[in-house]
């Protein structure tokens, strides 16, 4: 089993920090909002797009995927009262010249093996295509 350590602490009235291993990342925790750090619900769509883009480091050696760019957009849809995530969709943008089922197969891989997509599918409604790069 695999356990993973994040430390974080109030900077001041507007921010915050978390930290992990060298790395720090400044939040927003401003009421008012800051245009320069994630809020925590942007913190929880850059965590799945992340787990889909590490997904993706992981398994094209497996598939010997050709692969020359990948991008993710996502958007989540919240409620207030009480305040959760209802829906999250993605858009995952492949760079390659490999055959839709090839497409398919990276999608389906990514969707099985994902930590964090496995536990928010588990908690949210969560959708998403794969396309090939225009």
């Known amino acids: 089993m695999l356990e993973y350590h994040v430390a ?47 997904g993706t480091e992981r398994v094209i050696p497996l598939l010997d995927f050709d692969l020359r760019g990948i991008s993710v957009a ?10 959760k995530m209802l829906a999250i969709t993605y858009e995952i943008t492949v760079d390659t010249t490999e055959m839709d089922a090839r497409l398919d197969l990276l999608h389906r891989n990514l969707q099985k ?11 949210v409604d969560l959708s998403g295509t794969i396309t090939r790069q225009r």
């Open 113 to 123: 093996y994902g930590t964090i997509y496995n536990t928010l599918a588990g908690a």
């Open 74 to 83: 996502l958007t989540g849809q919240r409620q207030d009262s009480p305040p």
């Open 8 to 54: 974080a602490r109030r900077l001041d009235s507007h921010a915050s920090e978390a930290t992990t291993k060298d790395a720090r990342l400044l939040i927003d925790t401003d009421m008012a909002g800051r245009p320069d750090a994630f809020n925590p619900a942007e913190l929880l769509l850059a965590s799945l797009a992340a787990c889909i883009l590490k």
